[in-house]
Antibody, heavy 120, light 107 residues
Framework: EVQLVESGGVVVQPGGSLRLSCAAS????????MHWVRQAPGKGLEWVSL????????YYADSVKGRFTISRDNSKNSLYLQMNSLRTEDTALYYC?????????????WGQGTLVTVSS | EIVLTQSPGTLSLSPGERATLSCRAS???????LAWYQQKPGQAPRLLIY???SRATGIPDRFSGSGSGTDFTLTISRLEPEDFAVYYC????????FGPGTKVDIK
């Protein structure tokens, strides 16, 4: 059974930093592209970032480019999101999601999310 | 950026009725790289459809997807009580963007 478990969400002040983690199990982690997707309270879904199976390619939404860094450790079946220069508009539930199929642009499994609150 | 528009914003129907949800893209979605998700309150989204018309693993056949280019549709043939939720479309042909969602609620 595929499981994705996020952690690291807390309350942080504007300008602060945070590192989210996602522990994966139930599939061959290093075969798949992985993503972070976020959802602000009461709002829709927003794709944040992706990383290729080997970590060699990364992409970011314009809203986080230059502030967030995605990474992975295939030896630990883990995905990370380093978040710097946080803004109030980064407040959201952050989901880790597995890329589906060869294209890997859709998300076939999701974690339950970890809540990041940016507030003074 | 490809902008997705979903209509209607809210669909009020009774169990057993047919639901038809629309997703329109601002530009053609290449290779029908369009997915649909269901989200219930307090839960993560669940993949229903990918490639515009392929059902994901374990998804009942009352859910079907169709369309190409800029116009896509999710159809639920007969609504079950557990189908009342918010539905999002997502394109992955050029970057990744989501639509704003359609809420299907009980009439």
């Amino acid at each position: 059974e595929v499981q994705l478990v996020e952690s690291g969400g807390v309350v942080v002040q504007p300008g602060g930093s945070l590192r989210l983690s996602c522990a994966a199990s139930g599939f061959t982690f290093d075969d798949y592209t992985m993503h972070w997707v976020r959802q602000a309270p009461g709002k829709g879904l927003e794709w944040v970032s992706l990383i290729s199976w080997d970590g060699g390619s990364t992409y970011y939404a314009d809203s986080v480019k230059g502030r967030f860094t995605i990474s992975r450790d295939n030896s630990k079946n883990s995905l990370y999101l380093q978040m710097n220069s946080l803004r109030t508009e980064d407040t959201a539930l952050y989901y880790c999601a597995k890329g589906g199929g060869a294209v890997a642009g859709y998300f076939d499994y999701w974690g339950q999310g970890t809540l990041v609150t940016v507030s003074s | 950026e490809i902008v997705l528009t979903q209509s209607p914003g809210t669909l009020s129907l009774s169990p057993g009725e047919r639901a038809t949800l629309s997703c329109r893209a601002s530009q053609s979605v290449s290779s029908s790289y369009l997915a649909w998700y269901q989200q219930k309150p307090g839960q993560a989204p669940r993949l229903l459809i990918y490639g515009a018309s392929s059902r994901a693993t374990g998804i009942p056949d009352r859910f079907s997807g169709s369309g190409s280019g800029t116009d896509f549709t999710l159809t639920i043939s007969r609504l079950e009580p557990e189908d009342f939720a918010v539905y999002y479309c997502q394109q992955y042909g050029r970057g990744v963007t989501f639509g704003p969602g359609t809420k299907v609620d009980i009439k």
